[in-house]
Nanobody
Framework: QVQLVESGGGLVQPGGSLRLSCAASGFTVSSYAMTWYRQAPGKEREWVATITKRNSTNYADSVKGRFTISRDNAKNTVYLQMNSPKPEDTAVYYC?????????WGKGTLVTVSS
């Protein structure tokens, strides 16, 4: 059974740092593309970053240079390192795994960027 569990969210000050985790079970994260999305209050869910099974990474322009997606195969976990967050980064962050033609989502973790 495929399961994704996000953690690490919370309150962070602008300019600080935070690391989100996405622990996977039921499959091996190194074999599939893994993606982070976010959804701010009153807005649609938007793509943040992707890491492919070949370790290529891509980022939304809004987070490029500040966020880093990575993967720990031994822990079967994907991370999103958030550096220099801004208030507009406040959102629920979701992890998604694409296995063949099926997308699996976690339940999300809330990040609030505020002083």
């Amino acid at each position: 059974q495929v399961q994704l569990v996000e953690s690490g969210g919370g309150l962070v000050q602008p300019g600080g740092s935070l690391r989100l985790s996405c622990a996977a079970s039921g499959f091996t994260v190194s074999s599939y593309a893994m993606t982070w999305y976010r959804q701010a209050p009153g807005k649609e869910r938007e793509w943040v970053a992707t890491i492919t099974k070949r370790n290529s990474t891509n980022y939304a322009d809004s987070v490029k240079g500040r966020f880093t997606i990575s993967r720990d195969n031994a822990k079967n976990t994907v991370y999103l390192q958030m550096n220099s967050p801004k208030p507009e980064d406040t959102a629920v962050y979701y992890c998604k795994a694409t296995l063949g033609f099926t997308d699996y989502w976690g339940k999300g973790t809330l990040v609030t960027v505020s002083s």
